[in-house]
């Protein structure tokens, strides 16, 4: 088996992979807030009432005391969960997004 699954590797077809794989995005422009009291976790307010919780990659601690701006291409607006990076204003620290889970209760409220 461990073979014929190298040989379609090596023949170049590609494998399905299903959609839940495929990392989230959210238009940067649909945020009305966001707000890191920890440091590991970010809290996103949507323009459609949802609360999105981003799990950073690593700690990102300037993030509870300064604001940020996004690492974003030219002309795009989309922030991309285990790929997009934000800067600290003051510290100019580097943080990267994990994945987006919506908030529960307790964490909307916050």
Known sequence: MKKFVAALALAG????????AKNMC???RD??????KD???????????????NHLKGVCSDLKFNGFVWKLQSGD???????????VIQSGQICVLGKFDPATQKQATK
Request: hydrophobic share 40%; glycine share 4%; net charge neutral.
């Open 39 to 53: 440091g590991r976790t970010m809290t996103f307010k949507m323009r459609d009432g949802r609360v999105l919780v």
């Open 26 to 28: 959210i238009d940067s």
């Open 77 to 87: 607006t989309q922030v991309c969960e285990n790929t997009q990076s934000l800067q």
């Open 13 to 20: 077809v590609a494998f399905a992979v299903p959609a839940s």
């Open 31 to 36: 945020i009305v807030s966001s707000d890191s």
